[in-house]
C-alpha cells in the first residue's frame, strides 16, 4: 500500500512565523502535490514537482515555496505565515502525472 | 474553462437512499474523470473514474453516469450506508488534475 505522511496532523503559528510542511512517501512516486483545502473550495493546487529539483507552479502559489532534494520527501514553505493562510493543507504523490493521487491525512494549519 | 463544477455543496439522506452528486465541466480535452473519497481526519482516496468513452461504469453500490453531449457526469450511491458519510470529489484530468468543490454526503441510520 502507498503511504504518504505528513510530519504534523495540526500546527499553530503566529503571524510572520516561518512555516515547513514535510511530506514522505514510501512508494518511489515521481510526482508530489500540495494542495490546500478550505470549505466550498474544493482542493485547490499550490505547487507539483515531477522530480527531485524540479518545482511547478499550481493555481495558488502565492505565498508559499517548495524543496524537493530527495524523491520521497517534499517540503511546503509559507515563509512568513499570514491568517489568510489558515487552512488545511493536503500532500499527494503519484506514479505517472496523470495517475491517481494518493494523498496524506492532512496538515490543518492555523495562523494567529 | 478548467472548472469543475459539483453539486449539491452538502447532502443528507436516510440508510437505503440513492445520494447523486453532480459535475459538470467545459473544457473538451477532459478525458478522465476521477471521483475521490475523504471521510473526516483523512485524505481523499480514489473511488471509481470514467473516462468518456463509456457512459456508465459500476464498482459494488457506487456507479458513475457520465453524458459527454451535456458534459456532466454524477456519482449514485446505492443502498447508502452510514459508512458511506464522507466529502465526495469530483475531478477531471487534462494537463492537470482539477477537483470539483466537494459535496459532504452524511447517511443517517
Known amino acids: 500500500d502507498v503511504k504518504v505522511t505528513q510530519s504534523s496532523r495540526y500546527l499553530v503559528k503566529r503571524t510572520g512565523e516561518k512555516v515547513f510542511l514535510e511530506c514522505v512517501q514510501d512508494m518511489d512516486h515521481e510526482n508530489m502535490f500540495w494542495y490546500r483545502q478550505d470549505p466550498g473550495l474544493g482542493l485547490r493546487l499550490i505547487y507539483f514537482?515531477?522530480?527531485?529539483?524540479?518545482?511547478e507552479k499550481g493555481d495558488i502559489p502565492e505565498g508559499y515555496s517548495v524543496s524537493r532534494e530527495k524523491k520521497e520527501r517534499f517540503s511546503l514553505i509559507l515563509e512568513s505565515a499570514s491568517t489568510n493562510q489558515t487552512s488545511m493543507y493536503l500532500c499527494?504523490?503519484?506514479?505517472?502525472?496523470?495517475?491517481?493521487?494518493?494523498f496524506g491525512p492532512g496538515t490543518r494549519l492555523t495562523v494567529l | 474553462q478548467q472548472q469543475v463544477k459539483q453539486s449539491p455543496q452538502s447532502l443528507i439522506v436516510q440508510k437505503g437512499g440513492i445520494p447523486i452528486i453532480n459535475c459538470a465541466y467545459e473544457n473538451t480535452a477532459f478525458d478522465y474523470f476521477p471521483w475521490y473519497q475523504q471521510f473526516p481526519g483523512k485524505g481523499p482516496a480514489l473511488l471509481i473514474a470514467?473516462?468518456?468513452?463509456?457512459s456508465e461504469k459500476k464498482e459494488g453500490r457506487f456507479t458513475i453516469s457520465f453524458n459527454k453531449s451535456a458534459k456532466q457526469f454524477s456519482l449514485h450511491i446505492m443502498d447508502s450506508q452510514p459508512g458511506d458519510s464522507a466529502t465526495y470529489f469530483c475531478a477531471a484530468v487534462a494537463d492537470k488534475l482539477i477537483f470539483g468543490t466537494g459535496t459532504r454526503l452524511q447517511v443517517f441510520p
Open positions: 499527494a504523490s503519484s506514479s505517472g502525472a496523470f495517475d491517481t493521487q494518493y
Open positions: 514537482s515531477y522530480d527531485v529539483k524540479m518545482k
Open positions: 470514467i473516462r468518456p468513452d463509456v
